[in-house]
């Protein structure tokens, strides 16, 4: 058994007693009841189960939780798909999401979205020229499967939340 505490969605959980073998998919959807964190292939290679991972220094990455275990989350800060909308209001990336009916069955979208949450943030530290736009989405999204093969309209809604406000995430977005 490991002690577990850690932070999600800006609420603190734990301290609490988990199985050494206890994965974080299981113990997100299993033990909290945040089913949005999904299970796809459980060998890290589909990303459908992706939470965002909030470092010290403000940047933030994705992290698979399917083969990972809960305690390996000890003492972070992390956001799960349940942790986007803000009281009952959407994010841009969520709208776009929907304007481009960017997911079919909905089992990879979590990953994607949380994905695309983190290169927006990016882009707001570290903005991209216009022209190389479709390269950053594409080099983000990379690695996240869809068995549905949306991969276009996900790319499409990425690119209309950065188009929406284009003087925020690019470089010569005021042009
Ligand atoms: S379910 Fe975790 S990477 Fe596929
Ligand atoms: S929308 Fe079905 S797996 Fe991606």
């Known amino acids: 058994m490991t002690t577990l505490a850690l932070t999600i969605n800006g609420r603190a959980y734990g301290p609490i007693e988990v199985r050494d073998d206890l994965t974080m998919n299981d113990f997100l959807r299993e033990y909290l009841g ?27 990455h994705t992290n698979p939780t399917c083969i990972v275990p809960a305690s390996s989350f000890n003492g972070k800060t992390i956001r799960t798909i349940e942790g986007h909308a803000k009281n009952g209001e959407l994010t841009i990336l969520q709208k776009t999401f929907i304007e481009h009916f960017a997911f079919q069955c909905g089992y990879c979208t979590p990953g994607f979205l949380n994905e695309g949450q983190v290169l927006l943030e990016r882009l707001e530290k570290t903005p991209v020229a ?25 790319h499409e809604a990425v ?13 010569d977005g005021a042009q």
């Not at 690119?159 to 470089?171: D, G, H, S």
């Open 34 to 60: 945040m089913t949005g964190t999904k299970y796809g292939c459980g060998a890290a290679q589909c990303l459908s189960c992706a939470v965002i991972v909030d470092r010290p220094d403000g940047t933030s």
């Open 130 to 154: 216009h022209a190389d736009l479709d390269t950053t989405i594409g080099e983000a999204l990379d690695g996240h499967l869809c068995r549905c093969t949306g991969y276009v309209k996900y």
């Open 159 to 171: 690119r209309a939340a950065v188009l929406a406000e284009p003087t925020r995430f690019l470089k």
